[in-house]
Nanobody, 119 residues
Framework: QVQLVESGGGLVQTGGSLRLSCAAS????????MAWYRQAPGKERELVAS???????NYADSVKGRFTISRDNAKITVYLQMNSLKPEDTAVYYC?????????????WGQGTQVTVSS
């Protein structure tokens, strides 16, 4: 069974920084995509950033230049460095892992970690 465990959320002032981590464990195909999503109260879950096992990255326009996603394939861990945080970044942040194998899509989610940015 695959598990994703997130850490690093918290309360920070506008302009501050936080670093989120998500460690995956279990039977995971080495070719995969890890991503961070977020969901603010009353809003739909949205993609923040993603990174392939080959380190290709993709960012939401709202976080480009402020957030950096990275990963450690040996540890199957993904990170999200968040700088210049804004109140609109306040949300629950979720880690996601996806891969395709044996003609089947696999998708796993973490439990979420709260990020609150005070004005």
């Amino acid at each position: 069974q695959v598990q994703l465990v997130e850490s690093g959320g918290g309360l920070v002032q506008t302009g501050g920084s936080l670093r989120l981590s998500c460690a995956a464990s279990g039977s995971i195909f080495s070719t995969n995509v890890m991503a961070w999503y977020r969901q603010a109260p009353g809003k739909e879950r949205e993609l923040v950033a993603s990174i392939t096992s080959g380190s290709s990255t993709n960012y939401a326009d709202s976080v480009k230049g402020r957030f950096t996603i990275s990963r450690d394939n040996a540890k199957i861990t993904v990170y999200l460095q968040m700088n210049s945080l804004k109140p609109e970044d306040t949300a629950v942040y979720y880690c996601c892992l996806r891969y395709y194998r044996y003609n089947h899509d696999y998708e796993y989610w973490g439990q979420g970690t709260q990020v609150t940015v005070s004005s």
